[in-house]
């Protein structure tokens, strides 16, 4: 009887631990998102962001972000450099029209969180992790990004002006789904 006993009990546990790995908090991405970008003589933000968030302060193994911003959406506040910004001497729009992170792993922080995934920018994957903090159903956090890793821009020209760091500020509030 012993013999069967803990078999059973093993696959039991092993059966309920599978059920809470893949559950997690489906998110929906809300208004008033916010993904901006600052740099020397380079400044502003998109306006079209997307994607699937699942998240489980609880359960960060079953935790995911898929996440895309339109490079189309861009917008500095001067009418000729957004037209430039969309160029393919810089993120090129119409040969790249996203730029999309996906997850591979969280973890826990002493200050929040972290995520670990692929930023898919200009045809160029890197592994990035980004810092990040979630509060009153919002996610916040930021990050730097070379744009030279990835092929955006040069140092000719006037693009020598631009600084090669990026700051990425992100402000992401959602609603259960």
Known sequence: MKKFIFPALT????????FTTFYATQWQITEGYA???????AEGKF???????VFDEKNLDASRFDVSLEVSSITTGNGMKNKHAKSDKWFDAKQFPTIN???????????GYRVDGTL???????????????????????FNVNRLDYGVGTMEG??????NEIKLDITVPVSKK
């Open 11 to 18: 696959a039991m546990t092993l059966l309920a631990s599978a």
């Open 47 to 53: 306006e079209k962001f997307s994607g699937n968030i």
């Open 101 to 111: 992170f996906t997850s591979t792993a969280f973890a826990k922080t002493a200050t």
């Open 158 to 163: 006037m693009s020598k002006k631009v600084s």
């Open 35 to 41: 993904i901006k970008f600052s740099g020397e003589d």
């Open 120 to 142: 898919d920018l200009h045809g160029v994957k890197k592994a990035v992790s980004i810092p990040f903090t979630f509060a009153n159903n919002t996610f916040k956090g930021n």
